[in-house]
């Protein structure tokens, strides 16, 4: 911060009537003999009050004995105004003096008319007054709807000079009357605290008070008592525990992971199905048409379903916590026993709701399933049914069975064919062989040799119109062959429904109440304490809302 250095103002040419006045009187006192002693005091001709017992040293010898003789002639306003410019005087202490004089009650022309004012009312312009000697009581004050705020006006700059003669100065006032009006003004301003505080209390009274005793009177004695029922319940999913364990347990979902489910049953609770489900079964618009019930939460008997909605939105609190899974209802009624019927009744109809929700999804999946099991049966049926009938027609029951002892009776007979060849060829080793074994050897060759051909002609040669042995093991080994695989179908049909059961009971939702709804023996609502001060409250903040706009308005009018 820098400050500017003040220094001492010297004057030195006079301007205005300073000059000639000086030069005037050095003239008049060389005229009348005695200048040669006559000292200029700045002032010139300008007689004051204060001076008119002359100085012998002031005057000179010759015109001392004249000024005692005549009278002292009192100076003009122009004189007055002319000395107080030569004076000098700075800007801020002319407006010092206009805002003396202003307090004072007076009307100056000018800034130096401030000063010949204040002077003349013996009043120091330039004096730092405490600010309880300059205060004037309103009531004193005579208006003028001329008043304007002074001009400060340079010291070397003549004022213009105003048609109007200043306006007459009011008395000065002693030590004990300034007092008297100090105490005055005192008791004014307490008396006004004192009406303000009156309206203020009024007002407060009006606005706060009295519609506060009023919601407190119908909280106690008007509203009716309302019972409520509290439960809560969550909602889960069969899940089985994952076999993997570790880190695939971890990142999978737990059984409460059912926010949309939750969600949708808050909703379908808070709905007009709902109610018109408790008004069927309970009576709910009957219940809250009684007269029993206060005015303002009876329901008219001709109401609308908008407004009997109304109340039951206002009477049923539902919130759901998505941390923990739970949902928690609360349940409003006259009656205690009913208000538990109502919870009971929402309760059930929840559950049903539930099942719905994962009743077609369940069916969806077991039906496919399903389908694909009877299906696989229905062709097992057919295969099984076409081995019978292969088995019938043929009359081989198996035929790698029949095979093999056709095989077996071939080797038997090959067996006695080498047999008797080797017999025939001893008989015939002799030089003399008996003819009739030769022959019977040759006849038994023959016959087995037959018998052979035959059977080996039965595995491929169709007799009588009836099909090959190699026919008809192709056919039992292609029908048993499809019956296997329509075994392999069953088994993976059943394994697939089992699964899709599996995936189904997982997908199934449980409602499980974790509070059961108790009836209450004691009224939980209006809660009178609590309800009234919250009224206090509103109130207070209306009427703060409504004080703080006004005052700003009125602010805003009056700038």
């Known amino acids: 911060m820098t400050t500017k250095p003040r220094g001492k103002k010297f004057r030195i040419r006079r301007t205005g009537p300073t000059a000639p006045t000086g030069e005037a009187g050095r003239a008049a006192a060389a005229g009348d003999g005695a200048g040669a002693g006559a000292v200029d005091d700045g002032f010139g001709d300008v007689k004051f009050a204060t001076a008119a017992t002359g100085n012998a040293a002031d005057g000179g010898a010759a015109r001392g004995e004249t000024d005692q003789q005549a009278p002292a002639r009192a100076p003009t306003i122009e004189e007055e105004l002319a000395a107080i410019r030569a004076e000098g005087l700075t800007g801020r202490q002319l407006r010092m003096a206009r805002r003396t004089a202003q307090k004072h009650g007076l009307q100056p022309a000018s800034d130096f008319d401030a000063v010949r004012v204040l002077r003349r009312k013996g009043i120091d312009p330039f004096e730092r007054s405490n600010m309880l ?27 213009q000079a105003r048609p109007t003669a200043p ?13 008297q009006e100090i105490l005055r003004m005192q008791r004014d301003i307490a008396n006004r605290r004192r009406k303000r505080l009156l309206l203020l209390a009024a007002r407060l009274m009006v606005f706060i008070m009295l519609p506060t005793m009023l919601v407190g009177y119908y909280y106690y004695n008007v509203a009716t008592p309302f019972y409520a029922t509290t439960t809560e319940f969550q909602i889960q999913k069969s899940e089985s525990t994952s076999a993997a364990g570790g880190l695939g347990s971890l990142f999978g979902g737990t059984s409460f992971a059912t926010s949309q489910e939750s969600i949708a049953v808050q909703s379908f609770l808070e709905s007009r199905e709902a109610m018109l489900m408790l008004d069927e079964e309970f009576g709910l618009r009957e219940h809250f048409s009684t007269p029993e019930i206060d005015p303002l939460n009876r329901l008219a008997p001709d109401a609308s379903s908008e407004d009997l909605y109304a109340l039951y939105s206002r009477n049923l609190t539902i919130g759901y916590d998505p941390t923990e899974g739970l949902i928690r209802m609360e349940v409003l009624a006259a009656d205690p026993e009913l ?12 559950e049903q ?66 047999n008797e060849r080797l017999r025939l060829a001893e008989l015939l080793s002799v030089e003399r062989p008996n003819q009739t074994r030769v022959e019977v050897a040759q006849r038994n060759i023959a016959r087995l040799e037959a018998l052979i051909g035959q059977l080996r002609g039965s595995m491929t040669e169709e007799a009588n119109s009836e099909a090959s042995l190699a026919r008809v093991s192709s056919e039992l080994a292609v029908a048993e062959a499809d019956l296997q695989t329509r075994q392999l179908m069953l088994s993976q049909a059943l394994q697939q429904m089992e699964t899709a059961r ?20 004691e009224a939980a609502y209006p809660r009178k304490l609590e309800n009234t001060l919250l009224a206090f409250l509103i109130f207070s903040g209306i009427y703060l809302m409504l004080s703080m706009t006004a005052s700003i308005l009125r602010e805003q009018v009056s700038a």
Do not use: C
């Open 502 to 521: 599996i995936e189904a009971d997982r997908q199934s939702l449980y409602l499980t109440v974790s509070v059961n709804p108790v009836a209450p023996d």
């Open 353 to 418: 709701r539930v099942d719905q929700m994962t009743q077609r999804v369940r069916g969806d999946q077991m039906s496919g399933a399903r389908d694909s099991y009877e299906a696989a049966e229905e062709a097992l049926a057919a295969a099984q049914l076409r081995v019978i009938n292969l088995q019938e027609q043929s009359g081989v029951l198996s035929s790698e069975a029949e095979v093999g002892a056709l095989f077996n009776q071939i080797s038997t007979f090959e067996i006695q064919l080498q």
């Open 339 to 350: 208000s538990q019927q109502f919870a009971s009744a929402l309760i059930r109809a929840a």
């Open 167 to 179: 306006a007459p100065a009011a008395p000065s006032l002693d030590d004990a009357a300034r007092a």
């Open 133 to 159: 000697e300059l205060v004037v009581n309103e009531r004193d004050k005579q208006p003028d709807a001329h008043r304007l705020p002074a001009t400060v006006r340079q010291p070397q700059v003549p004022a």
